[in-house]
């Protein structure tokens, strides 16, 4: 059974740093790309960041750009979201995805998820 188990999320402060983890179990993926989405309360499932599979190649969402990285460790087989100087509006329920078929952004196009842990940003 495949499973994306993310850790890491909780409550910091405005411009105060966290990093997801997100452990895949039941087949390997370090040959495809694995990424990043966010949903916050009452909002659509939007893009955040993804990387490619030997990691090169890495694609951030406008809003997120210069403050977070992604990268991964093929021999965990796990992917990581380094967020930095998060913002209030960064509150939302992260979700690790694996293996696309399509474009990076459109959510319906990935294969895997995990379960989303919640990161809350106060001001």
Do not use: H
């Not at 409550?11 to 966290?18: D, F």
């Not at 997801?20 to 390997?28: E, V």
């Not at 909002?43 to 990387?51: G, S």
């Amino acid at each position: 059974q495949v499973q994306l188990v993310e850790s890491g999320g909780g409550l910091v402060q405005a411009g105060g740093s966290l990093r997801l983890s997100c452990a895949a179990s039941g087949r390997t993926f370090s040959n495809t790309w694995m990424g990043w989405f966010r949903q916050a309360l009452g909002k659509e499932r939007e893009f955040v960041a993804a990387i490619g599979a030997r990691a090169n190649s890495t694609y951030y969402t406008n809003s997120v750009k210069g403050r977070f990285t992604i990268f991964r460790d093929n021999a965990k087989n796990t992917v990581y979201l380094q967020m930095n100087s998060l913002k209030p509006e960064d509150t939302a329920v992260y979700y690790c995805a694996a293996e696309t078929t399509g474009t990076l952004q459109d959510g319906t196009r990935w294969g895997y998820w995990g379960q989303g842990t919640q990161v809350t940003v106060s001001s």
